[in-house]
C-alpha cells in the first residue's frame, strides 16, 4: 500500500501545499503565513488505549509518524526519537496538583523537545543535499539555546540567534553565544518581538535567498512544533486532565491543541500568560490585538504579538477557542510570591513561568470548567533563572549541562533593531 505524504498549507492560502521537508526546511510561507498540516491525524486506538502505560519514545514516534510518513521512513524515524529523547518528560505530584516536568533534557528547558528532533529531521532532509543550510532563528530566552545545543556541530547547517540584548538571564547568553563553531549569535537592541520581525523580514527578502538556503527553527517552523505535542499526549496517560501551559509566543500550547485534536484525552487547557495578556484579551473580547511587549521576571514569554496565534486562528474559530482554553494573566509580583509559598509549603522550586502557570491555576480554581486532575506545564529548571529564585527561595540545585554552559565565554555582536542591519551581516 503506498502511504500519501501529509501536505502542508499557508495559514493565509491554501494554494500550493507542499510536503514536510518543503514547510520544514523553508520554515516561513512564501506568502509571510505559517505552514500547517492540512489535516490533523488521529492517534492509533491501540496508541490511546496504552498511554499510561507506553514509553515516551513510541509516544514521540505514534506522534511524529503520520505528519512524516513517506518522506522519513519508520526505522529511521525511530532512530531519531530514540537519539532525541534521552531524557524523560515526567509527572511530578505537588501538593494536590502535577508537575510536568519538561527541564530534563541538555538547556533544562521544554525547547529541547522540538529543537532536538528538528535537528535530526534536517540532517536528514538534506542528507543529498551540497549547498549548506542557514538557520535564523529569534529567542527570548530558552529556544536560542536548545537550537544551538540541537544544531551545534551538525555538518552542512549553520545557525544565527537574534536575541533582545539585557532582556535575558546570563546563563541563557551563554547557552545561546558561548558554543561557537557553527553558531553565530546577534543581540538586538530592542524586544523578542523586534528579533521575530527581523528574521521574518530576512527570510521574506529575495536577494538573501538568491545567496544562501535559509530556515527558521522558531516554533513557526512546523517540524518544532509536531513533535512538541508528545508530551502533551503522555500527560493524558492520567485522562481528563487540565494542562496549564505557560505561554508567550504560542507555539507550546498549540502543539497542545495538536494532541488534543489527535485524540488525547485532554479536558481543558489554561493559557498563562505574564503581563504581555495579548490572548487572554482576545479569548475574552474576541478582538486581537497585538501589542508592544513588557520587559517581566518571566522573559521567555515577554511576546506582545504570539506569532503562533496565526496558527490558532487558523485551526480553530474564536467560540471553540473559549471552549478549550481559559486565558489568565500573572503580575511579577504574583509571580514572586507564588514562588516563595509553593517552596515553603512543598519543597518544590518553581521558574517564574512555571509559577505564573501554578498562579494561573489559583485564579481560575473554582471554576466549572477546572475540575478533576490538573497538570502544570514546568517549562525551565529553576536554577536557569537564578537572579529571580535565589533571592526568594535560596539556591536551587544545578543540573551539570548548566553549570558547564556557566562556563562558557559569550561570543556576540550586538546590532540595532533594522532589518538592514541583520541583511549586512549576509549581503
Same mark, same amino acid.
Given at each position: 500500500?503506498?502511504?500519501?505524504?501529509?501536505?502542508?498549507?499557508?495559514?493565509?492560502? !491554501?494554494?500550493?501545499?507542499?510536503?514536510?521537508?518543503?514547510?520544514?526546511?523553508?520554515? *516561513?510561507?512564501?506568502?509571510?503565513?505559517?505552514? #500547517?498540516?492540512?489535516?490533523?491525524?488521529?492517534?492509533?486506538?491501540?496508541?490511546?488505549?496504552?498511554?499510561?502505560?507506553?514509553?515516551?519514545? $513510541? %509516544?514521540?514516534?505514534?506522534?511524529?509518524?503520520?505528519?512524516?510518513?513517506?518522506? %522519513?521512513?519508520?526505522?529511521?524515524?525511530?532512530?531519531?526519537?530514540?537519539?532525541?529523547?534521552? &531524557?524523560?518528560?515526567?509527572?511530578?505530584?505537588?501538593? $494536590?496538583?502535577? %508537575?510536568?516536568?519538561?527541564?530534563?533534557?541538555?538547556?533544562?528547558?521544554?525547547?529541547?523537545?522540538?529543537?532536538?528532533? +528538528?535537528? @535530526?529531521?534536517?540532517?536528514?532532509?538534506?542528507?543529498?543535499?551540497? !549547498?549548506?543550510?542557514?538557520?535564523?532563528?529569534?529567542?527570548?530566552?530558552?529556544?536560542?539555546?536548545?537550537?544551538?545545543?540541537? &544544531?551545534?556541530?551538525?555538518?552542512?547547517?549553520?545557525?544565527?540567534?537574534?536575541?533582545?540584548?539585557? @532582556?535575558?538571564?546570563? *546563563?541563557?547568553?551563554?547557552?545561546?553565544?558561548?558554543?561557537?563553531?557553527?553558531?553565530?549569535?546577534?543581540?538586538?537592541?530592542?524586544?523578542?518581538?523586534?528579533?521575530?520581525?527581523?528574521?521574518?523580514?530576512?527570510?521574506?527578502?529575495?536577494?538573501? !535567498?538568491?545567496?544562501?538556503?535559509?530556515?527558521?527553527?522558531?516554533?513557526?517552523?512546523?517540524?518544532?512544533?509536531?513533535?512538541?505535542?508528545?508530551?502533551?499526549?503522555?500527560?493524558?496517560?492520567?485522562?481528563?486532565?487540565?494542562?496549564?501551559?505557560?505561554?508567550?509566543? &504560542?507555539?507550546?500550547?498549540?502543539?497542545?491543541?495538536?494532541?488534543?485534536?489527535?485524540?488525547?484525552? #485532554?479536558?481543558?487547557?489554561?493559557?498563562?500568560?505574564?503581563?504581555? !495578556?495579548?490572548?487572554?484579551?482576545?479569548?475574552?473580547?474576541?478582538?486581537?490585538?497585538?501589542?508592544?511587549?513588557?520587559?517581566? #521576571?518571566?522573559?521567555?514569554?515577554?511576546?506582545?504579538?504570539?506569532?503562533?496565534?496565526?496558527? +490558532?486562528?487558523?485551526?480553530?474559530?474564536?467560540?471553540?477557542?473559549?471552549? #478549550?482554553?481559559?486565558?489568565?494573566?500573572?503580575?511579577?509580583?504574583?509571580?514572586?510570591?507564588?514562588?516563595?509559598?509553593?517552596?515553603?509549603?512543598?519543597?518544590?522550586?518553581?521558574?517564574?513561568?512555571?509559577?505564573?502557570?501554578?498562579?494561573?491555576?489559583?485564579?481560575?480554581?473554582?471554576?466549572?470548567?477546572?475540575?478533576?486532575?490538573?497538570?502544570?506545564?514546568?517549562?525551565?529548571?529553576?536554577?536557569?533563572?537564578?537572579?529571580?529564585?535565589?533571592?526568594?527561595?535560596?539556591?536551587?540545585?544545578?543540573?551539570?549541562?548548566?553549570? @558547564?554552559?556557566?562556563?562558557?565565554?559569550?561570543?556576540?555582536?550586538?546590532?540595532?533593531?533594522?532589518?538592514?542591519?541583520? *541583511?549586512?551581516?549576509?549581503?
Amino acid at each position: 500500500m503506498v502511504q500519501c505524504a501529509m501536505r502542508y498549507y499557508s495559514t493565509r492560502s !491554501k494554494n500550493n501545499p507542499v510536503n514536510f521537508a518543503a514547510a520544514a526546511l523553508t520554515g *516561513l510561507a512564501p506568502d509571510g503565513g505559517l505552514f #500547517i498540516p492540512e489535516e490533523i491525524p488521529q492517534y492509533p486506538k491501540a496508541a490511546l488505549s496504552s498511554l499510561g502505560t507506553m514509553d515516551y519514545r $513510541d %509516544i514521540s514516534f505514534e506522534t511524529i509518524k503520520p505528519y512524516v510518513q513517506s518522506e %522519513i521512513p519508520a526505522s529511521v524515524l525511530e532512530d531519531m526519537v530514540q537519539s532525541a529523547y534521552p &531524557f524523560e518528560a515526567p509527572l511530578v505530584g505537588v501538593g $494536590d496538583r502535577l %508537575i510536568l516536568e519538561l527541564f530534563h533534557g541538555p538547556t533544562a528547558a521544554f525547547k529541547d523537545f522540538g529543537a532536538r528532533f +528538528m535537528a @535530526r529531521a534536517f540532517a536528514y532532509l538534506r542528507r543529498n543535499e551540497e !549547498k549548506p543550510l542557514h538557520i535564523l532563528v529569534a529567542t527570548s530566552g530558552d529556544t536560542g539555546g536548545a537550537v544551538a545545543d540541537g &544544531f551545534f556541530e551538525v555538518e552542512g547547517i549553520s545557525v544565527t540567534v537574534l536575541y533582545p540584548k539585557g @532582556r535575558i538571564t546570563p *546563563l541563557q547568553e551563554r547557552q545561546i553565544a558561548g558554543l561557537g563553531g557553527n553558531i553565530s549569535a546577534l543581540a538586538v537592541e530592542g524586544s523578542f518581538d523586534d528579533c521575530q520581525r527581523l528574521v521574518k523580514a530576512a527570510l521574506a527578502d529575495e536577494n538573501l !535567498k538568491k545567496k544562501m538556503v535559509l530556515s527558521s527553527a522558531n516554533s513557526i517552523n512546523i517540524s518544532r512544533l509536531i513533535p512538541q505535542a508528545a508530551y502533551y499526549t503522555a500527560a493524558a496517560g492520567i485522562p481528563g486532565i487540565t494542562l496549564c501551559v505557560p505561554s508567550g509566543n &504560542f507555539g507550546n500550547l498549540t502543539a497542545g491543541l495538536y494532541a488534543m485534536k489527535m485524540g488525547a484525552p #485532554i479536558r481543558q487547557f489554561i493559557a498563562a500568560t505574564n503581563i504581555n !495578556k495579548t490572548v487572554p484579551d482576545y479569548l475574552t473580547s474576541g478582538e486581537y490585538q497585538a501589542r508592544t511587549s513588557q520587559a517581566t #521576571i518571566s522573559n521567555a514569554m515577554d511576546v506582545g504579538a504570539p506569532s503562533n496565534f496565526e496558527r +490558532m486562528a487558523a485551526h480553530f474559530s474564536w467560540e471553540e477557542m473559549r471552549r #478549550i482554553i481559559l486565558g489568565v494573566s500573572v503580575s511579577d509580583e504574583e509571580t514572586r510570591e507564588t514562588i516563595t509559598r509553593v517552596h515553603s509549603e512543598y519543597g518544590y522550586f518553581l521558574d517564574p513561568h512555571s509559577a505564573v502557570g501554578w498562579k494561573g491555576v489559583d485564579k481560575l480554581q473554582g471554576m466549572p470548567e477546572v475540575t478533576g486532575p490538573v497538570g502544570i506545564l514546568s517549562t525551565a529548571h529553576p536554577a536557569k533563572f537564578a537572579e529571580t529564585v535565589e533571592p526568594l527561595v535560596g539556591h536551587a540545585p544545578v543540573p551539570d549541562s548548566l553549570a @558547564r554552559a556557566m562556563q562558557r565565554t559569550i561570543h556576540s555582536q550586538t546590532i540595532p533593531a533594522d532589518v538592514s542591519a541583520l *541583511l549586512e551581516k549576509f549581503l
